[in-house]
């Protein structure tokens, strides 16, 4: 009798096993198959890359590459350009562009052509330069229509290039900013969609598009830090989406958008960050992270290649001026698998 209970009990611990790894088996099933979603891991693609360690520099992907333009190494300023096929081999466009050395700056894509927007370098500037190579880059003006600047945003949008907020004058860290917003066709000839949106004046903030809308999040105007996400179908009306993220306050971020969401990656909240957030309203964040692999970083660049998110460099300690740069370069997958 005991040896048919003990038996019986042998049976029953089995399949309570069985069961709780089936169990788990189909919830790790469906966390592959529905998410963990992009951002909750991520690997170092290159530990040691041939570019020197900067923050405030610029990112785009051009003519399937990611590329690197310019920033800021503690040091100096730089205006050299880098790009890569796979975001571990790099090499070099040039050493010593056209435009002057600078950070702070916007880049983008827009007309078949990489676009570099204003920066500081040592003063703000309102320059703004394109290249169809990374290594020859023409001036479309010396002297935009918008006030100079540094530490502003910039999307393409409507056919358009758009330039949005900023610091308009002082050293690397200017304190007089703007909540202006610009816009061009050509980068040559620029017209002003609002003198005072809706938004707080600001710098350190980031803007994408998304859904047919322009977007900015957080920011710095030299007092406090925000976490306020705004959006705009004209560059003229904007609209708040939220006061107030889910997201701590933060500066010096970055934000891209991927697998149909916004993004929102690290940043300089007081305490330098690598925590990663998305939203799929501009509203509702979710964190996808609170500490990511790579270590916290604020300046960095990140952008969008070969179906997954890509952060490079940046500053790893300190304030909005930090001391310790990195050129390290780290990936995201699509889904964990």
Not at 223 to 243: I, L, P, R
Not at 317 to 324: D, K, M, Y
Request: with cysteine; proline share 2%.
């Amino acid at each position: 009798m005991r040896r048919h209970y003990i038996k019986n009990r042998g049976i029953l611990i089995t399949y309570a096993i069985i069961m709780v790894l089936s169990i788990t088996a189909c919830s790790n099933t469906r966390a592959t198959l529905s998410g963990p979603v992009a951002g909750a891991y991520w690997a170092k693609a290159d530990s040691n890359s041939p570019f020197y360690a900067r923050g405030y520099h610029t990112s785009v992907v051009f003519n399937d590459k990611i590329w690197i333009i310019g920033g800021w190494n503690d040091a100096y300023v730089m205006n050299d350009v880098w790009y890569s096929s796979d975001g571990t081999n790099w090499t070099q466009a040039t050493n010593d562009a056209q435009f002057l050395k600078r950070a702070g700056h916007s880049s983008l894509t827009f007309d078949n052509k990489m676009w570099v927007i204003g920066g500081n370098s040592g003063y703000t500037m309102n320059e703004v330069w394109y290249s169809s190579d990374g290594k020859n880059w023409t001036p479309a003006t010396f002297d935009a229509q918008f006030p100079r600047r540094c530490n502003h945003a910039s999307v393409v949008f409507n056919n358009k290039i758009w330039v949005i907020g900023g610091a308009l004058s002082g050293g690397y860290n200017p304190y007089n900013f703007t909540n202006d917003v610009w816009y061009s066709s050509d980068g040559t000839n620029w017209t002003q969609a609002a003198a005072n949106a809706q938004f707080a004046a600001r710098g350190y903030h980031t803007s994408v598009v998304f859904n047919n809308k322009m977007w900015i999040i957080g920011g710095w105007n030299g007092s406090y830090k925000m976490n306020d996400v705004w959006y705009s179908s004209d560059g003229k009306n904007w609209t708040q989406a939220t006061a107030n993220a889910q997201f701590p306050v933060r500066g010096s971020h970055t934000s891209i958008v991927f697998n149909d969401k916004m993004w929102v990656i690290g940043g300089n909240g007081g305490n330098i960050m690598n925590d990663v957030w998305y939203s799929s309203d501009g509203k509702n964040w979710i964190q996808a992270i609170a500490e990511t692999q790579f270590p916290g970083r604020c300046s960095h660049t990140s952008v969008v290649f070969n179906n997954r998110m890509w952060v490079i460099g940046g500053a790893l300690a300190g304030g909005e001026q930090p001391g310790t740069y990195t050129n390290d370069v780290w990936f995201s997958s699509e889904v964990i698998k």
